[in-house]
């Protein structure tokens, strides 16, 4: 191939563009059986910042790759996000997680606990479902068939998505919160800086990134964003949630501010599904 192009051609480079291509046909054949695949569902507490009570329940996709063992949704979610597949697969998640919470709310149910008081749970849409022609009707109908109530289900959707196409995303989230979903902004600071159209849309809740909530007790640029957000947040009468709290000086300091939720490894790692009933009530199994 010649001098010159030998030296960009980097062997490194080669392999990478081989694993691509291996997962994007790999998310292809993943998408007709995702369990089968290796694809499951974890849930990540998000607790009352003072009292530590689960207040809802965030679903994070994982996939153990039959030949490359744990892959991180940073890897592939783009990639399937980028060839489509995160469409049947996002149809996918928000099926099973319908099923799974009909499955604890009757458990709850059966030992007389009240089904109301159950966690919310929290599902990541792409932007590409969210632009699908028929996703709130899909929506609809996955809730009308599980009989998932649509106030148990709050749809997870970036900053950076919703002022892709602002239009569209408006009459899209407004027929979705018009069924009685609850929207949150996910990795809130992190996209346009632009805070009017926060009016414009319907939106309940505002996930703080990571980012600031790293450096929120220790630097004062993270605290004051943190601060700002917060105070944005109980302006327009929306929750906030911050993103990977790790440290008890983080707990601190974000509960100083009024920021009501949390969510990270000093709370709990996202678990098994298996595992969410005994974190919710420890008494059940007893
Ligand atoms: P995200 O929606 O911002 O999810 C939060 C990420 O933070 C998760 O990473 C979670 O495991 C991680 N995390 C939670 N607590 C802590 C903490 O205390 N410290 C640190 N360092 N990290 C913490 P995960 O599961 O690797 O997911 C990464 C991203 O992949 C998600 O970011 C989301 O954008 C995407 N993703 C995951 N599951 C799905 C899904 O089902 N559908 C879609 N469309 N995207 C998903
Ligand atoms: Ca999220
Ligand atoms: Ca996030
Ligand atoms: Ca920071």
């Known amino acids: 191939a010649g001098k010159a192009r030998h030296a960009v051609f980097e062997p490194a480079m ?11 046909a790999d998310l292809r054949t993943a998408v ?14 998000i607790v009352d910042l003072v009292t530590g009570e689960t207040r809802s329940l965030e679903v994070l996709l994982r996939w153990h790759h039959p030949e490359q063992g744990a892959l991180p949704p940073s890897l592939f979610v783009p990639i ?17 997680v319908c099923s799974q919470i009909m499955e604890w709310r009757t ?43 649509a106030s148990a289900v709050t749809l997870e959707i970036t900053e950076s998505v919703i002022m ?7 009459r899209t989230l407004s027929a979705l919160k018009a069924l009685g979903l609850r929207l949150a902004i996910d990795d809130f600071g992190t996209g346009y ?26 630097e004062g640029s993270d605290a004051a ?29 974000l509960q100083q501010m009024g920021c ?14 298996s595992q969410v009933l005994p974190w919710l009530a420890p008494d059940l199994n007893a």
């Open 14 to 24: 080669y392999e990478a563009i081989v694993q691509r291509l291996q997962l994007e």
């Open 32 to 45: 007709v059986s995702p369990t089968d695949a290796g694809m499951f569902l974890v849930y990540q507490p």
């Open 80 to 96: 399937a996000e980028h060839t489509g597949a995160i469409v049947p697969l996002g149809r996918w998640i928000l099926e099973t």
């Open 107 to 149: 458990m709850w149910w059966r030992e007389r606990l009240d089904p109301t008081a159950f966690p919310s749970v929290s599902v990541n849409i792409s932007g590409r479902q969210l632009r699908e022609e028929h996703f709130v009707e899909e929506v609809e109908e996955i809730l009308r068939r599980t009989g998932v109530p």
């Open 164 to 170: 892709h196409d602002t239009e569209q995303s408006l």
């Open 193 to 218: 800086s632009s805070l009017s159209y926060l009016q414009r849309f319907p939106v309940d809740i505002l996930k703080i990134d990571r980012a600031f909530v790293e450096g929120v007790a220790t």
């Open 225 to 253: 964003l943190a601060r700002t957000i917060v105070s944005l947040g109980t302006t327009l009468t929306l929750h906030t949630v911050a993103e990977g709290v790790e440290l008890e000086s983080q707990r601190v300091a």
């Open 260 to 273: 009501q939720l949390g969510q990270g490894y000093l709370f709990s790692p996202p678990m098994p599904a």
